[in-house]
């Protein structure tokens, strides 16, 4: 009876993950600096969505998103990749640049620029041929120090230059 339990257990998860993998959206955690975003198959025209949040103002420093074929017959195409607020996703805020042909291998990438805190969406759009092709990218932010970090940061270089300061002239 256990031994049934775990296997359909074990059964149920591998179809969730798997069935993640070939949809392409859902959130991505930026905490630890940067995040991989990706599908394993798509059919026909496609319009994936991963959301994101900001803390603070953040260095996005780099972003990508490349497409890759195994066959002659497949073929997956970008028409556009993009950052955008999720309060008004029909504005781009930053767009990937890259080749828009029908190559067989794309790539797209992101300019190094400043984002605002707050909620924002990554949207990936394309066209897949019947023998699917699949794509990945990364995305990575860098936070970018409040004014009081600097303040704090000279304050402790003056500190360290008056004492040293003072040393030499007991010495």
Known sequence: ????????????????????????????????????????????SFVDTYSFTLAGVSYITSGTASSASSGAAQDLDFSSVFITTAADPGTAVLTFDGNLGNDANEFYSLSPTLLTAGDYLLIVKGINTPDMASYDGTLAVAAVPEPETYALMLAGFGAMGFMARRRKRKS
């Open 1 to 44: 009876m256990k031994l049934k339990a775990i296997l359909t257990a074990s059964a149920l998860a591998v179809a969730s993950l798997s069935s993640f993998a070939d949809t392409g959206g859902g959130p991505l955690d930026l905490s630890l600096g940067n995040a991989s975003f990706g599908r394993d198959s798509a059919s026909g």
